[in-house]
């Protein structure tokens, strides 16, 4: 999973690329342009690490697709996402990292009596692996 979001980011910071270098016509403009691009993503990165705008208490869809076009932001949000799921502790009962019986827990509302619930599927093969 983490390959694959290190070659998305790749792949849309290379085209992100493309796109800013049609704006430039010299080779010390497009340094400068890329300076002043890398600059506002570390920015960006740095807002996005807070939460902004993707907890819910933001509730503003605009900004997460503005901040969803810029490439370093949803690779930020992956990075944190995955570095949250997987810490857990071995007092948890299921050791350190993402277990199969887990792995929709983020995706599910916790409940309203403050007990997050799981789901569990009923196919042979979760069971085999949930044991």
């Known amino acids: ?3 694959v979001v290190f070659f998305t980011f790749q792949n849309a910071m290379l085209a992100f690329a493309l796109l800013i270098s049609v704006f430039t016509k010299t080779s010390q403009g497009a340094t400068s342009l890329s300076f002043g691009i890398f600059i506002i993503g570390w920015i960006f990165q740095s807002t996005v690490l807070f939460g902004f705008p993707y907890q819910p208490q933001y509730k503003s869809d605009v900004l997460r697709v503005i901040f969803n076009l810029l490439p370093w932001n949803p690779f930020t949000k992956a990075i944190t996402d995955l570095g949250a799921a997987t810490m ?4 948890d ?3 350190f990292g993402i277990t199969w019986r887990r792995r929709f827990a ?4 916790p409940s309203s ?3 997050d619930t799981l789901p569990q599927s009923s196919s042979s093969h979760s069971m085999l692996v949930d044991s």
């Open 1 to 3: 999973l983490l390959f």
């Open 88 to 91: 857990t502790l071995p007092s």
């Open 93 to 95: 009962g299921d050791g």
């Open 106 to 109: 983020y995706c599910v509302p």
């Open 113 to 115: 009596s403050g007990i």
